[in-house]
């Protein structure tokens, strides 16, 4: 078996994003007017497409629903880039790994994916960056992992997905494709990493 392409997820994997991606939902929140975000829900934000939290939010308020969807799509991230701190020695990992493989980023991120890439300068990092606006459906199901595969012309047991929420982990098993657990996974998958500059050495162990 020949690992020939390693897919990220974004938030969680490549960076701490949790204040920036909370700030924004709670500007976006504010500026439509709607009540602040349920502590219950706060807990799960992180996994969701902003589709799908706004969605578990408002599933019984259709017209509020539809004004925070608007807002959101009005609203710029750029203030909240600030927020997101990459995880230590993310650029020299992801250079070591692109001297064996090909690399792509698959996240849950809808119009922000390439404000990501833009402004941390990975356009050098990356092949191809895939948001929920790429595909039909946004994880845990496959498409945007289908499409990388797709994509790099590469099988699925040639790639390998690096994700932190159990959602990346459905994902990659619709996929049929290897995963290694980060984050809130680490320790709950048969790979897993503490630390980002340990990935390297995971996937060469797929081999």
């Keep these: 078996m020949t690992i020939r392409l390693v897919i990220f997820d974004c938030d969680g994997v490549l960076f701490d994003s949790e204040p920036a991606n909370l700030a924004f939902y709670r500007e976006v929140l504010r500026r439509a007017g709607a009540p602040p975000m349920p502590e219950s829900v706060e807990a799960a934000y992180h996994s969701l497409a902003s589709s799908q939290l706004f969605e578990k939010i408002f599933a019984d308020q259709p ?111 619709a996929a049929t494709i290897h995963f290694i657990g980060m984050g809130p996974m680490c320790g709950r998958t048969p790979l897993s990493a503490q630390r980002f500059e340990e990935i390297p050495d995971l996937v060469a162990g797929l081999a």
């Design 63 to 173: 017209a509020m629903l539809a004004t925070v969807k608007q807002v959101a799509r009005e609203t710029s991230y750029a203030p909240f880039f600030p927020l997101m701190q990459p995880k230590p020695l993310l650029r020299e990992t992801l250079l070591l790994l692109r001297s064996r493989y090909a690399t792509a980023m698959a996240t849950n991120r809808g119009q922000t994916t390439q404000g990501v890439v833009d402004y941390f300068a990975m356009r050098d990092l990356f092949d191809l960056a895939v948001g929920v606006l790429d595909v039909a459906r946004p994880k845990p199901e496959p498409d945007m992992l289908h499409r990388c595969l797709d994509y790099f012309g590469v099988d699925a047991d040639e790639a390998v997905y690096v994700g932190d929420q159990p959602t990346d982990l459905e994902a990659a098993e």
